[in-house]
């Protein structure tokens, strides 16, 4: 399967990037890896590590001879990045990204490498608060889903050349409408983190004593409001429509418990707490 690609540029050595980097390393240890860096600290870093064979500061020499290129920055810097880059890759390689907003990347970095018609968007859902290569693990993308996002304009050839390589570090492929990913994106992602960080605000400006009592509840439920703000700046401004669409949805259902406690109307209350419990187990049973 590795022998499809030739090579793999990976642009972006941080959580995600690297990540891969480790994961392609452990999995297809004779698959010829180079990277992209902003940084010369950065780069020295994952060649110290022996992450890759060939390492550049110069993107347009990386990916010169790659089958595949994966862009892993923040997106709102994708389309920038890749109309640098765009005539030194080659019309049978495969460029695909990261990122968590699709509608928007899609669309721009489809006319970016429009020549070829060789952009498919990924989103790997999966990752940390926390950020960096220091951060990274080869088993990152084992047993998580990664939405592929073709358009009218994929060809089918690079299509699966993208599922193979998320098939090729563990993950499970599915394919999604750009716009059905950002709603459901916005659903399960977008929105849980600006809720989590509406959590630590509310218990942020309380006194001493309300911080003292943050245990283990606390810290699981807002664990993903220490991630980069402005990273997740970047990711709610190109997914604005949803992310205020969905947290309109969630205002309305917590308005709605909100106002069955005022009222007393604790059965109603219970009804939901026992629906959550009983959504959450199906939901995550199903995913194993």
């Given at each position: 399967m590795?022998?499809?690609?030739?090579?793999?540029?990976v642009l972006?050595?941080?959580?995600?990037?690297?990540?891969?980097?480790?994961?392609?390393?452990?999995?297809?240890p004779?698959?010829?890896?180079?990277?992209?860096?902003?940084?010369?600290?950065?780069?020295?870093?994952?060649?110290?590590?022996?992450?890759?064979?060939?390492?550049?500061?110069?993107?347009?020499?990386?990916?010169?001879?790659?089958?595949?290129?994966?862009?892993?920055?923040?997106?709102?810097?994708?389309?920038?990045?890749?109309?640098?880059?765009?005539?030194?890759?080659?019309?049978?390689?495969?460029?695909?990204?990261?990122g968590?907003?699709?509608?928007?990347?899609?669309?721009?970095?489809?006319?970016?490498?429009?020549?070829?018609?060789?952009?498919?968007?990924?989103?790997?859902?999966?990752?940390?608060?926390e950020?960096?290569?220091?951060?990274?693990?080869?088993?990152?993308?084992e047993?998580?889903?990664?939405?592929l996002t073709?358009?009218?304009?994929?060809?089918?050839?690079?299509?699966?050349?993208?599922?193979?390589l998320?098939?090729?570090?563990?993950?499970?492929?599915?394919?999604?409408?750009?716009?059905?990913?950002?709603?459901?994106?916005?659903?399960?992602?977008?929105?849980?983190?600006?809720?989590?960080?509406?959590?630590?605000?509310?218990?942020g400006?309380?006194?001493?004593?309300?911080?003292?009592?943050?245990?283990?509840?606390?810290?699981?439920?807002?664990?993903?409001?220490?991630?980069?703000?402005?990273?997740?700046?970047?990711?709610?401004?190109?997914?604005?429509?949803?992310?205020?669409?969905?947290?309109?949805d969630?205002?309305?259902?917590?308005?709605s418990?909100?106002?069955?406690?005022?009222?007393?109307?604790?059965?109603?209350?219970?009804?939901?707490?026992?629906?959550?419990?009983?959504?959450?187990?199906?939901?995550?049973?199903?995913?194993?």
């Amino acid at each position: 399967m590795s022998g499809d690609f030739g090579s793999i540029a990976v642009l972006g050595p941080g959580l995600m990037g690297g990540s891969l980097l480790m994961a392609l390393r452990h999995r297809h240890p004779t698959l010829r890896l180079s990277v992209w860096a902003r940084r010369q600290s950065a780069l020295d870093d994952v060649m110290n590590r022996g992450l890759a064979d060939f390492g550049s500061l110069d993107a347009a020499e990386v990916v010169r001879d790659a089958g595949c290129l994966v862009l892993c920055l923040p997106v709102e810097r994708m389309k920038k990045f890749a109309e640098s880059l765009v005539n030194a890759v080659a019309s049978g390689a495969l460029v695909t990204d990261v990122g968590s907003v699709k509608g928007a990347v899609v669309a721009e970095l489809e006319k970016v490498f429009s020549r070829h018609n060789n952009f498919v968007g990924s989103h790997p859902m999966c990752g940390s608060e926390e950020a960096g290569l220091d951060a990274a693990r080869a088993d990152l993308y084992e047993g998580a889903t990664c939405v592929l996002t073709p358009t009218s304009r994929s060809l089918p050839h690079f299509v699966e050349k993208a599922a193979r390589l998320w098939e090729m570090v563990g993950a499970r492929v599915v394919r999604m409408d750009p716009a059905r990913h950002d709603r459901a994106a916005a659903l399960v992602s977008h929105v849980p983190h600006v809720a989590a960080a509406a959590l630590v605000e509310l218990v942020g400006t309380e006194s001493g004593d309300v911080r003292k009592l943050c245990a283990g509840g606390f810290r699981d439920t807002t664990r993903v409001a220490s991630a980069s703000a402005d990273l997740w700046s970047g990711i709610l401004a190109l997914n604005r429509v949803e992310a205020a669409r969905g947290l309109g949805d969630l205002i309305s259902l917590l308005a709605s418990i909100q106002r069955a406690l005022e009222e007393e109307r604790l059965d109603e209350v219970n009804a939901l707490l026992s629906s959550a419990c009983a959504h959450r187990a199906e939901i995550l049973n199903a995913l194993q």
